[in-house]
């Protein structure tokens, strides 16, 4: 067997035990991550939440890695089997109690290391790995037994967290996306250019995935409420608009419902929230 074979295989079993092994933190109760959590108490909030956190930073790590330095797509599919087990933990396990905040705590691992991916994969128009990890299901949560899209799922999480993330950052808008990015800046601010526009920017190629899963009233982030999240949004959207073509072929659809439901949902927010279509047409460069 040769050197880079096996190396691969070192790297696929590396990368799945880590998955495996947050996927049972996830699903298995414990003292400082309980399924029946609550608001109550915000240490043991900030507690519980620093404990996904630090469960999660090995596997979140290494994704990202694998995320810049893939340079011939050899991984895509492990990234995305690694993505998959931890989808497939978000469900409660039957016969447990549990709370809102509780469940979602599980998800959070999820929400961390896809932030993780996205931000450095737009950076590094990693098309087909964003577009592959687009495609993942995950089983709809609170008593339901179809399945929705990655991206809407971790939207949803945005708002059902909202009270959770509220209370122990004590901010009001979009509390979870800046926890994300303030936790998730020392996993992948080595391998990006420009940590900031970067993050701005993955964020709303990962939310487009929610408008294309039909769920138009349901997309957010923090680049909606940053005034500095505009100009690297353009850019992006001005200057690579055949790289998007790549991740959504449907994309001039996508970012016709952020011109429109934009001014709707987020009523004065000071981020980006208009001029999207014309932008990625080349009519505006303001």
């Known amino acids: 067997m040769s050197e880079p074979v096996r190396y691969r295989i070192r790297l696929e079993d ?3 035990k880590e998955a495996r092994d947050l996927a049972k933190v ?4 414990s003292e400082v991550c309980p399924w029946n959590l609550g608001l109550n108490d915000r240490d043991t909030c900030l507690k519980a939440i620093k404990y996904i956190e630090t469960k999660s930073e090995r596997l979140a790590s290494i994704l990202a890695n694998i995320t810049r330095y893939d340079h011939q797509s050899e991984y895509i599919n492990l990234v995305k089997k690694a993505v998959t087990i931890l989808a497939q933990a978000v469900r409660e396990p039957i016969g447990i109690s549990s709370k809102i905040e509780g469940r979602c705590l599980r998800m959070y691992p999820l929400i961390l290391t896809t932030y993780s991916i996205f931000i450095v994969g737009v950076q590094e128009r990693k098309d087909m790995l964003l577009e592959s990890l687009l495609n993942i299901s995950l089983p709809i949560q609170y008593g339901q037994s179809e399945s929705e899209s990655l991206a809407f799922s971790l939207e949803t999480m945005r708002g059902y967290s909202y009270d959770l993330f509220k209370t122990i950052t004590g901010i009001n808008d979009n ?3 800046i926890r994300v ?3 998730i800046s020392p996993w992948v601010g080595d391998l990006l250019a ?3 526009s970067s993050f701005f920017q993955g964020e709303l190629v990962l939310k487009l995935g ?3 899963s039909n769920h138009t009233d349901y997309f957010g982030g923090k680049y909606i409420y940053f005034y500095k999240a505009i100009h690297p949004i353009k850019h992006l959207l ?3 608009p055949h790289w998007l073509d790549k991740v959504y072929p449907n994309i001039e659809d996508l970012l016709r419902v952020v011109d429109e439901r934009c001014p709707e949902l987020f009523p004065g927010a000071q981020g980006f929230c208009k001029d999207a279509l014309a932008t990625y047409k080349g009519k505006t460069t303001s």
């Open 175 to 177: 509390p979870l996306a």
């Open 238 to 240: 001005g200057e690579f």
């Open 14 to 16: 590396l990368v799945l």
């Open 26 to 29: 996830m699903k298995e109760p």
């Open 181 to 183: 990015a303030k936790v």
């Open 194 to 196: 420009d940590e900031e």
């Open 210 to 212: 929610t408008i294309k």
